[in-house]
């Protein structure tokens, strides 16, 4: 009897353990340092011009200032990094100042450092998407990634789900730090954007945010442009469908060998690819922009079975970096064009579709008739940002 009476005071004990543990206890962002990098006076933000007459840019009487983060992240393995972002911050000339909501930006592809948002000159003012969202009075959170910025000497992790959601959320968790150490109030809401890797990137982090940090970080609404959240349906027409351009087999081709890399799966290239690419490929993967085969006709009949067994590694990984399985509680916004050359349409409504099947009730599907994926980028952000000014009122 005594031992049982200690066993039933040692299982109160793990439930009122159990019962005071909070689902979502407030993480603790590491902010390595703060760098500003420039301030940008209302005359100067009033000289700078967009390059799409279909972006709408007013700096109204804002001011501009901007800042590089540095801050801790991790990689897949768990292992701490250092990663870096931008920040801008809106004020107005007149005190007091008003808060204004966060954004956080995911930039899309980038194939060089330099058009990561840490590898602008911003000595040199520019428009941008960021500077964009801050003029109409966000305070815009940009994101490098690993493989950009100070995190510049690993490899990035194309399209790899968990490197892509931490990184952005621990920049959202280092920027508030900033933030509330710089003495600048903000509204209780965040939004977050994102096109093509932004796109999933974006979607990414709110599900981990959801998942996670959701007192931390309070979404209002997330906007997602053309990304291939549906990655094993991604995949699976891609290999089996004629594709267009270089530039498409170029990035398949990264996320092949991210994926080969990341996960371990240290398989040759020959695995995946028939000759001459593979040798080609394995020279320098820049040869993949060298030529305009449809990259189902590069893939090897072998990796293309594997695709389609559910035990295969490769397909594992792709499970792995799938959206299309859990239940989205944040307003969210899917927006792709039909006619996207790159990542095809079908995978934008395969994954709303799943969405609004698991019972995600706030996920809208925004159809684009036409344009290509470099174009219907600027459709998407101008819809993006006018969603966003809706739902701040």
Known sequence: MRYLFIAFCACLYLLFLVACTPDDPQPKPVLVSATQLADYSNAVLRQLTTTNDSLEYTPADYRL??????????????????ASGIVFVPSQPTPPQKPYPILSYQHPTAFSNTEAPSGANYGQPGFSYSLYFATHGYIVVAPDYIGYGVADKFSH???????????TVDMLLAANAFLAQKGISYTPQTFMVGYSEGGYATLSAQKLIEEKYSSAIPLAGTSCGAGPYDMSGFFEYITHNRTIGRVANYIYTWQVLSYNRTYGLNKPLT?????????????????????????????????????????SAFAQALADDDLTNWTAQTPTRLIHSREDDIIPFLTTEHTAAALKQRGSKNVNLVTLPTGYHVVAEVSSIRRSLEWFQQLRQ
Do not use: M
């Open 65 to 82: 200032t901007i800042y590089r983060l540095v801050y801790q992240t991790t990689l897949e393995d768990g292992s701490a990094v250092d």
């Open 157 to 167: 992790r194309y399209e790899h789900r968990q490197t892509l959601a931490q990184a």
């Open 271 to 311: 695995y995946y690819f028939k000759s001459p690419y593979a040798e080609q490929i394995t020279e320098s993967l820049n040869n993949a922009w060298t030529t305009e085969t449809s990259f189902d006709a590069l893939c090897t009949d072998a990796f293309k079975a594997d695709l389609r067994n559910p035990t």
